[in-house]
């Protein structure tokens, strides 16, 4: 995961338990808005764009989260 984006797992421990799971990946969305305008401090989701192996992403999110990720083909 992107180094700038490191930071942000100290707020969001999920996001360090996946990051392994990603050679390139942006976090996007609604978060970063979010996070930047400073208006909400509980997140449910955040939205992640990788250009890696979708199978191999998803294997490796289920087997670290316990959860299956959600994604549009």
Known sequence: MDKRIHKLTFYYPKLE?????????YI????IR???LGVR??????????????EEVEKCVTKTLGKR?????
């Not at 338990?17 to 990946?25: G, L, T, V, Y």
């Not at 401090?41 to 979708?54: A, C, G, M, P, Y």
């Not at 990720?69 to 083909?73: A, L, N």
Request: hydrophobic letters at 40%.
């Open 41 to 54: 401090k509980d997140f449910t989701d955040i939205d992640i764009v990788t250009f890696d192996e979708l």
């Open 17 to 25: 338990k996946i990051q392994d799971c990603f050679n390139r990946a």
């Open 34 to 36: 979010d996070r930047i």
């Open 69 to 73: 990720p959600f994604s549009f083909e």
């Open 28 to 31: 996007v969305g609604g978060f």
